[in-house]
């Protein structure tokens, strides 16, 4: 994201398949960055719906969807023009 926005270095947009999963995926994230990181997120925005989860990270901003809510906001689309990269994981890849 740097140089087309000031405000973040890196967007990361992954789904959970439920709201729940969401909730688990934010849950995974914040334990994560604190305990290996020392770092804690500045805002969170959305945990109680999960429907649409908006972590920031100051360097990173992480967006957290159910499919529907990712399909509807269409993010990849809107910032098109970032570079972006792709990572599957091997459950998700195994049909798990």
């Known amino acids: 994201m740097r140089g087309l926005v000031d405000y973040t270095d890196y967007m990361v947009i992954c789904s959970g398949r439920t709201p729940r999963q969401s909730k688990a995926v934010l849950e995974a994230v914040r334990f994560d960055m604190k305990h290996n990181h020392g770092v804690s997120p500045r805002r969170i925005e959305g945990e109680r719906e999960a429907e649409w989860i908006l972590v920031d990270l100051l360097d990173c901003v992480l967006h957290v969807f159910t499919p529907d809510?990712?399909?509807?906001?269409?993010?990849?689309?809107?910032?098109?023009?970032?570079?972006?990269?792709?990572?599957?994981s091997p459950a998700a890849a195994a049909g798990g």
Not at 72 to 88: G, I, M, N
């Open 69 to 88: 809510a990712r399909e509807f906001y269409r993010l990849e689309h809107l910032w098109q023009d970032a570079p972006s990269e792709t990572y599957t």
